[in-house]
């Protein structure tokens, strides 16, 4: 005479080979279908592009793509020709605010026109005012 333990694991046992046999037999878009895949999950929504900035060409990563020689220098002059209108230099952050950069492109296009001597600075960190150079 089978006891309640005993049937209760036959019950369990067929119960779990035939939820395999099912899931073999469904084909892979009623498995992801029954997921909802594309459904976002909760989190942070997007960063809104209050500040003015264009969107950026950002991977998924956050990471901005590398930039040729040629993007670069175009840049630099676009930042050179807005200080030159400017007697009294403009700050890193108006600059960007001006040409509608992102944020971690600004800093590498400076550096590189101080280092051509397109751009001369003066003053420091925040109070830093950039000016063509003569």
């Known amino acids: 005479m089978p006891t309640l333990k005993s049937t209760l694991n036959d ?6 080979s035939d939820v395999i046999d099912v899931i073999r037999s ?10 909802g895949g594309s459904r976002r999950g909760p989190g942070r929504p997007p960063k809104s592009m209050s500040n003015g900035a264009q969107p950026s060409l950002a991977t998924k990563s956050g990471r901005l793509p590398r930039r040729s020689a040629e993007e670069s220098a175009a840049a630099l002059d676009e930042i ?8 009294d230099g403009l700050r890193a952050e108006e600059i960007r605010k001006a040409l509608k950069l992102d944020v971690r492109e ?15 600075a003066t003053g420091n ?6 000016s063509a150079a003569a």
């Open 106 to 120: 600004v800093p590498r296009v400076l550096k590189e026109g101080l280092a051509t001597k397109k751009l001369k």
């Open 11 to 16: 019950l369990a046992t067929k119960l779990a």
């Open 26 to 35: 469904a084909n892979l878009q009623e498995l992801l279908g029954e997921t």
């Open 125 to 130: 960190k925040r109070a830093t005012t950039y």
């Open 80 to 87: 050179v020709g807005l200080v030159r209108k400017h007697k």
